[in-house]
């Protein structure tokens, strides 16, 4: 058996696989698009293109079964991946992905889907562009000292808001909730609006889009005790099996894991975790129990920087 790893110098016969990870896929301009995480359709389908020109394109649930494979292809191999479950996936990036016949994987969290909410991380966002980051500090700052506030002018409020060492646990999750109640901001008509998330009947097995578990409300994990999160990963998993669903991996918010994390994943027969680092994946020699630990670099936004990191 291959285990993917980091390694600076990899053997010159170790097979390489990219996952490249995207969030919006859209010519849509909104609060989310415009904050977030965002590739148009026209790059991305040259970064496709480009992709499928130098690569054997693979689907992530078949990652470890091409490295073990004798003979045929073996490399370099590339995976597309999405996370959080936002429906211009679905409507502007799927075509390409089925023009161009290539397999993907989407990891989602069942809450916000058919737009019953906003993740915690959107809510942040939207009060960014609202300018409310020092009011909801603020409101922060009366609750209970929960968090490290010496942190935020270093790191700036974006960041601070998901460094596990500046929130001490995921008590922000109830807090901006209580706040946007406070501001009158309704998550469900706001995402709805917008049509963020796909339906819960997009989710279903299809031909180019597989589906993944992103855990169930997107927490950091190293902050939840080892009962929270074998709840949080394995209710996403439960929800996906309801869909007709049998997840191969656990996409991890934000990157941070432990060996709670690689307990339950091993527990239900997971066959990788996914970081967000910016790091080729190779194959060795060693044999490992599951999951293997795999490494995602965030898509560029064009071509060109597509060209420069893989």
Not at 17 to 28: C, K, M
Not at 64 to 73: H, I, R, V
Request: aromatic content about 12%; overall charge positive; glycine content about 8%.
């Amino acid at each position: 058996m291959f285990l993917f790893r980091r390694k600076k110098a990899p053997n010159p016969s170790a097979i390489r696989l990219e996952i490249i990870l995207y969030h919006f896929v859209s010519d849509r301009r909104n609060d989310f698009t415009l904050s977030g995480h965002t590739v148009t359709p026209g790059e991305f389908q040259s970064q496709m293109e480009y992709l499928v020109a130098r690569y054997t394109m693979i689907r992530l649930g078949d990652a470890a079964g091409w490295m073990d494979a004798a003979g045929g292809k073996r490399g370099p191999l590339a995976a597309v991946c999405f996370d959080d479950g936002y429906r211009c996936i679905l409507e502007e990036a799927y075509p390409i992905l089925q023009t161009l016949r290539i397999p993907a994987t989407m990891f989602i969290n069942p809450p916000v889907l058919g737009n019953r909410d906003l993740l915690w991380r959107d809510k942040i966002r939207y009060l960014m562009r609202r300018g409310l980051e020092e009011e909801f500090v603020d409101f922060l700052r009366s609750r209970n000292g929960r968090y490290r506030f010496g942190m935020l002018s270093k790191l700036g409020f974006y960041k601070w808001t998901k460094k596990p060492r500046a929130l001490r646990n995921m008590a922000i999750q109830k807090d901006v909730d209580l706040f946007f109640s406070r501001k009158g901001f309704d998550a469900a008509a706001i995402a709805s609006e917008n049509a963020l998330f796909l339906e819960e009947t997009d989710v279903a097995p299809c031909e180019f889009l597989e589906f993944g578990n992103h855990t169930w409300s997107h927490p950091i994990l190293t902050l939840l005790s080892a009962a929270e999160q074998k709840e949080e990963i394995g209710k996403c998993h439960e929800y996906l099996q309801t869909r007709g669903i049998t997840p191969a991996g656990l996409a991890l918010p934000f990157s941070p894991f432990n060996r709670r994390t690689t307990a339950v994943c091993r527990d239900l027969g997971y066959e990788y975790m996914l970081t967000v680092y910016a790091e080729s994946n190779y194959s060795g020699p060693e044999k490992k129990d599951r999951p293997l630990i795999l490494h995602r670099r965030m898509a560029p936004k064009d071509v060109g920087g597509m060209a420069s990191i893989v």
